[in-house]
Nanobody, 122 residues
Framework: VQLQASGGGLVQAGGSLRLSCAAS????????MAWFRQAPGKEREFVAG????????DYIESVEGRFTIARDNAKNTAYLQMNSLKPEDTAVYYC????????????????WGQGTQVTVSS
């Protein structure tokens, strides 16, 4: 199983980025997908998740209304559209997969991508 995260970069505050997570080696349609992030000196935190069926999403309060998680099961890919970025969004972003439903606990996820750096300048 491989999860390949991409799309990070350096952006000014107020800008946008779209992260992608390409999955292989697993029945993608059976897996919930999530994005976590980890800033220097901080614990890894849940950012957003989407169920296997795309009928339910979950966001932490600080990104609600700015970030949108989506998936394309035909392309085995999950996305995180990030708008109105703030310096506090700076972190390494990881995608993760677990069967069926999302969870906010990183320990519940079976598979992880390698991470992509997002840096938001003020």
């Amino acid at each position: 199983v491989q999860l390949q995260a991409s799309g990070g970069g350096l952006v000014q505050a107020g800008g946008s980025l779209r992260l992608s997570c390409a999955a292989s080696g697993l029945p993608f349609g059976n897996y919930a997908m999530a994005w976590f992030r980890q800033a220097p000196g901080k614990e890894r935190e849940f950012v957003a998740g989407i169920r296997w069926s795309s009928d339910s999403t979950d966001y932490i309060e600080s990104v609600e209304g700015r970030f949108t998680i989506a998936r394309d099961n035909a392309k085995n890919t999950a996305y995180l559209q990030m708008n109105s970025l703030k310096p506090e969004d700076t972190a390494v972003y990881y995608c993760a997969a677990r069967k069926w439903r999302t969870s906010r606990d990183h320990a519940d996820y079976s598979y992880w991508g390698q991470g992509t750096q997002v840096t938001v300048s003020s």
